[in-house]
């Protein structure tokens, strides 16, 4: 079954985005508000006319309370994607879209607020005496953290495609050199080279510090109505073309917590299957794809990530980014163009959600010409994955 | 504060339903692995229903406790103050032998983490963490 919905995105809302720690005066559930009021200016939409929410993963900002804090007469929709991680972004977007197809609800905003530094930075662990049920299968036994259980696919990767160290770093250059071009981005202004990549910190390896995510304090959101809506309204409609999100078969917990997927999918995003739907959905190819958002909790995911996608045969996706291959307008495939969870901010990938729209929009730092499709990858090694395809209405 | 010892350092197993009859194996130095009682099949981390046949009923098979290195990675940085004399240190996933694909997430010791590598052979090492709880370690065999 193609996706059949016309909803469009069209409002995007954000707060500031600063390093984890620098938001001091305000709380998170404040900088969930901002954005969804953001979001709904932005769209020209009065705010008492949102009447559904849809966020995903440990968002604390519940739908419901958020709609109290903002005065929101009748909640219609309010729901979470279940999993782990940033996997669920677009799957929110999806499941707002699917709200206002079905009638359920009229404008449902999908969002994400994150301050790292209020409630703990999400390198380090927090104490914790007891580890429960499955995770202790991997925190008991030195699997503690992010960075290490997304090393583990990453290693793998590496040795089977026999994939260099630089592979890793031309992905962490590209983000930064988008950031460099995005004045909102928390590493804007710091120009970073392969001898910068190669020199910074082992952190676990294959990672070292630049194959890390930023830790963040802020929020994004988009408003999703329907075509008919959208049409009344002033800023450019950007459609959601296609959405999938889901995943194979034993990557309920991936590699937050199993590591016992299938042995022929261990080295992948577990995207394969969500891209097909995604690409089969809107009768497009990977190669109609004019912009990409690769979700990056670590460098290496995204190697395998757009392999999944079709953008690079098994192995071969660093031959995407070297040589400054994916940085610019005028790159044969650019990606992650406004600096993405490596260089931008970690808003748990939402906030690139919200420069896929940007791209269709016309308004990126790093504008794309001409975008007719715009594609963003949710995040890796878990189910749900998800991904969204956006165009011009 | 500093760990010095694994139970300051790492958390502990919860032994849930589920899953306590594998820390119960581990106390008596016992590595199993969960069991389809129909089926046959093997599986893990521990679950109530065998996804091959959809079974409840379980039965734990006993694994020779040895294995080769299917993916690692070396740990630089402190997790947290209590993992800062602990650095750098290994995490892998072991493929264990007497089975087709299951992976167990240990950590390989006495060596070297540096000299950790895919493929490299390995042998459980039994560290009793305090009197309720052993876990799994592996060291080159
Ligand atoms: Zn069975």
């Avoid at chain 1, 049920?133 to 960075?147: I, K, V, W, Y």
């Avoid at chain 1, 917990?253 to 690409?279: C, I, K, Q, W």
């Avoid at chain 1, 940085?327 to 650019?334: E, F, R, T």
């Avoid at chain 1, 919200?354 to 949710?378: H, I, K, M």
Wanted: a negative charge; charged letters at 20%; hydrophobic letters at 35%.
């Amino acid at each position: 079954m193609p996706w059949n919905s016309d909803a469009c995105i069209v409002g995007l809302g954000e707060t500031e985005y600063v390093k984890q720690g620098e938001m001091t005066d305000r709380s998170e559930f404040e900088l969930a508000c901002e954005a969804i009021e953001n979001a709904a200016g932005d769209a020209g939409v009065d705010i008492e006319d949102v009447d559904g929410f849809s966020s995903y993963a440990n968002d604390r900002n519940k739908g419901s309370l958020v709609a109290d804090a903002l005065g929101i007469p009748e909640v219609k929709f309010s729901n979470k994607v279940w999993g782990g991680g940033g996997c669920g972004g677009s799957a929110a977007v999806m499941n707002a879209a699917m709200a206002v197809e079905s009638g359920a609800a009229e404008y449902v905003v999908a969002y994400r607020a994150l301050c790292q530094g209020q409630f703990g930075r999400r390198g380090q662990t927090q104490g914790i005496d007891y580890a429960e049920g499955t995770d202790a299968f991997a925190h008991s036994l030195g699997l503690e953290t992010p960075p290490q259980m997304y090393a583990l696919p990453a290693q793998r990767y590496m040795h089977e495609y026999d994939v260099p160290q630089e592979h890793l770093g031309h992905v962490a250059l590209t983000s930064r050199a988008h950031a460099n071009r995005n004045p909102r981005a928390v590493m804007h202004d710091r120009e970073m080279t392969m001898d910068d990549y190669m020199d910074s910190p082992p952190i676990t390896d294959p990672y070292k510090l630049y194959d890390c995510c930023l830790e963040s304090d802020g929020a994004c959101a988009v408003l999703v109505t329907s075509a008919e809506n959208a049409a009344d309204l002033p800023q450019p409609a950007v459609e959601i073309t296609s959405a999938a999100q889901g995943g194979g078969p034993g990557w309920g917990s991936g590699v937050l917590s199993s590591h016992n997927m299938p042995l022929e999918d261990y080295p992948t995003s577990n995207a394969a299957r969500v891209a097909d739907r995604l690409f089969e959905s809107a009768g497009l190819t990977p190669d109609d794809i004019d912009v990409a958002q690769l979700y990056e909790n670590f460098t290496g995911m995204v190697l395998m990530t757009a392999e999944d996608y079709g953008f690079a045969p098994r192995g071969e996706a660093g031959k995407l980014f070297e040589d400054g291959n994916a940085i610019g307008p005028d790159a044969d495939l650019p990606i992650n163009t406004s600096g993405g969870n490596l260089s931008e901010a970690y808003i748990h990938g939402f906030n690139l959600v919200v420069e896929a729209a940007r791209q269709v929009r016309g308004t990126s730092p790093t504008q794309v010409d001409d975008v007719e499709y715009s594609l963003v990858a949710s995040g890796p090694g878990v189910t749900p994955h998800s991904g969204l395809i956006l165009s011009p209405a | 504060m500093r760990g010095t010892t694994r139970e300051e350092i790492f958390p502990l197993p919860e032994k849930g339903i589920d899953t306590a009859p594998f820390w119960e194996a581990c106390n008596r130095h016992e590595l199993v692995v969960q069991q389809c009682a129909d089926c046959g099949a093997l599986r893990h981390p521990p679950t109530p229903v065998c996804p091959d046949c959809r079974s409840f009923d379980v039965d734990w098979a006993e694994v020779p406790g040895t294995g080769e290195v299917y993916t690692y990675t070396t740990t630089h940085y402190a997790a947290s103050p209590a993992h800062e004399d602990h650095t750098p240190y290994n995490v892998s996933t072991v493929l264990l032998d007497g089975t087709e694909d299951i992976r167990l997430i240990t950590q390989v010791v006495d060596v070297d983490p540096e000299a950790v590598e895919i493929g490299m052979p390995v042998e459980v090492v039994w560290e009793d963490v305090n009197e309720e709880t052993t876990v799994p370690l592996f060291r080159p065999s």
